[in-house]
């Protein structure tokens, strides 16, 4: 079939939510077509890369160019090389959004499917094909290098979260990946580590986002982990590829490995392995294209692999090509690429994501016309990080650290004078500190030892703090690989900030300098040991090109904030369940806190976090309450919330909605996020109710003997508040008989 009566088909068979996306029935059937036709050379080809981030052409059976893939879950990452890493030329300039950390703490799906929708256009205008995004691992542990990466803590919004941004990626006409499948939740020696987890924990927990990706978004990629699940590479785990993916969940599409993180091709490909993915020149397990070995093809011929196996691959393969109109030629949605409205939203998802910690003298927003002079302290206020983050990184066409965000907001008669804060111990790693921390894995204890501030430089701060409008400290975290940055590859040294950054804080708070706020700008939680003494504190995940405009905005009250935190900040990392069950190492990752991940564990072990889970101020009050709960047709509930701004200023606020179950008769969590709601933009006085569905589904335990959910009849209680620890009303809801599914 030539391109054209392949387009025929498409044609025929009609678009559904853009130009090219064929249903399901359709692209199976121009999948099989192109299958009939290729011979098992040609489909061992599509089972592996071409190179680093291609899939071959065969144009003898209609497919005319290379599938093409990129990074990452926040910008379409510059296109590599062929045989390596390196990017190719002349690199490719991008929207960076936001991180995923970030688009959680909006808890905003429109936000989601905005950004989106922005990388899938911009995947079209560079002629990408394959997304490899969103990442939707659980912070499990605050110290994972790639918490920034992912949506938080809690299966509940990262659900929700991902499927509208799938959704808006796919509404191009191109593929999402959402990775990494699965309990990849440390970077720790990630691709060695054997991770156990016990069933009911890993269906709980660790699956409902790859669920939701797969059944409600319909994202035609998924990509195996590198870790190890009970003793079984997760790319060779037939129980996770076979059974959970493909029979229990009905995914379709194609499932790759990480780069480099396929051990065979037999094993694999008998026991449901994807096609294998590495740095060009290091695929080695189906084909290789720089020496044009096939080794699955020779395990086909041996008899270890059915052909009827690798005609699945392909066939996977070609139904991804063919429903994204790659295949059949059909006109595909037309993107576009560093426009001001990418640049907007870019800038709104990172206004929407901040939160505000504390505002307890009221001194947020600054009024920006009564400044004249301001004291910044911290470099990574005008330190750029839209480069750097591994395969999370981008190009961007230009980035607005805070400091530009301040100059462009308060203009040319406004003095901003910058100051690192004193003893930062950011000090470039040495070769051979970063060797030792390869051999280890990725993971060194750092030496936590401070030797407290330099005095003389405090002093000189105190001097210009005193004589400023205003003193901004901005700390958290880097991105990148010296000292304890977040990055890819390795996880945190310890939960700790810079040694010398907190004695300086505690020390700059107690100078009581005119209007002083603390900005922490990290994906992870960092155990400041200030937050008492801190009466003004905004939280802020990696916000991308925008970052600086974001933040200035929120500081100046252009905009309320509104995001409420994806992670629980513990006050200390030994108040984890990871940290008190010993549980995290490079070796052998036993899950033994269970279900209790995040504000699950500090619940049940009633431990004060410094900021709960779904915390976040504004700049107005609200009052919120329980409404009313009413039984829907399909045997769930509707909870009801009224919201109404009380303050002075217009606003937005989020309802979270958990589920408490008075009458368990397993062992349950003290209480589970179940579903939210964001207002629109409330006006003082006005008044909004909004709705979160509830399902008999959302009430369930998985039952490992019966490998299925199950709600037990009996009473729940459903509790609405404005974070995991701020409880507005309750209500009870009774089941009447058992329920599996
Ligand atoms: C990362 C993936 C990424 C892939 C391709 C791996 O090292 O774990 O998240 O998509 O590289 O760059």
Known sequence: MNTKTVFAVAATFGSLASF??????????????VLARMTLEEKVLLTGGSGTMTLSAIPRVGIDKEWTMSDNSSTVRPQMNRWDWGYTKPRSANTKLPSLSALASTWDPEMARLHGEVLGAEM????????LGPGVNIARTPLNGRNWEYLGEDPCLAAKMCVPMIRGVQSYDVAATVK????NDQEWNRTKVDTHCDLRTLHEIYLPAFRAAVQEAEVLCVMTSYNKVDGIWASENKYLQTGILRDQWGFKGLLETDWGGQHSDS??????????MDRGDAIKHHFNPKNGKYPLLESVKAGRVSEATVDEMALHVLYVMAKTGFLTGAPRRAGERNTKKHQEIARRIGEESVVLAKNDKGVLPLDAKSVRKILVVGKNAANKQCHKGCSGEGNVPYEVTFVDGLKARLGDGVEIVLKPIPKEAAKKASKKELEDVER????????AASEGADKGALDELKALALASDATIVFTGTELGYDGNMESEGRDRQNMLADPGEDESIAAILSWNAKNTVVISRA???????WTDSAPTMLMSSYLGMEEGSALARVVFGDVNPSGKLCQTWPKRYEDTGVAQLGTYNGKEVVYNERFYVGYRWFDKKDIEPMFPFGHGLSYTKFDVSLSGVKGAKDGGWTVSAKVTNTGKVAG???????????DAKVERCVKELRGFAKTKLLAPGESETVSIPLSVRDLAYFDELDHRFVTDA????????TSSRAVRGRATVEVGAESRF
Not at 267 to 276: K, Y
Not at 714 to 721: A, F, K, N, Q
Request: aromatic share 8%; with cysteine; charged share 25%.
């Open 20 to 33: 090219a996306m064929l249903d399901d029935a359709s692209a199976s059937k121009a999948a099989r077509e």
């Open 124 to 131: 079209r205008d560079r002629g990408v094909d394959e997304l």
């Open 180 to 183: 990494h499948f699965c309990l």
């Open 267 to 276: 094993f694999s490909a008998n026991n449901g392995g994807g096609i294998e």
């Open 440 to 447: 280890a894995g990725g993971h060194v204890e750092a030496n």
């Open 523 to 529: 994906g992870t939680p960092v155990g400041y040991t």
């Open 652 to 662: 937005r606020e989020v309802v979270q909605m958990y589920v408490a179950y008075p």
């Open 714 to 721: 009996g009473r729940y209680e459903i509790l609405v508040g």
